[in-house]
């Protein structure tokens, strides 16, 4: 297990970290005008509105931009490497920050297929990162 910096819970991510343990892959949604968002918010951005519900992802997403960080990130093992940070679009429309592993960091290229996949944190959450789909 790679050790990594724990992301902390805000009041507007406990259910989507509370997924996590379940390696459960879910997105806020707006109930009023019907739209998923990232990152959770207690309103949606899009309307101002709400209520927020929480609704299982495809965890299907395609690569829209990739970096590869050859400097450890926070808490990361420098024997490790370097690794691959990516903007990754969702299926269902919205773009999150995560890490693409199941292949070499510059393996990963704009407009590559990937699906989510799972790090275990030290909590009992999981990180959801991606690899090739
Ligand atoms: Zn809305």
Redesign the pocket.
Known sequence: MTKFFEPPISDSAIQFWDSTRERRLVLPW?A??E?PFWYPREV?P??L?GPVEWREASGSGEVHAVSVQHRPGPMRDPAAGPYAVALVDLAEGVRIMTNIVGCEPDAATVGMAVRVTWEPLADGRHLAQFEPA
Do not use: E, K, V
Request: hydrophobic share 10%; with cysteine.
């Open positions: 707006c009023a005008c739209h949606c899009r309307c509105g």
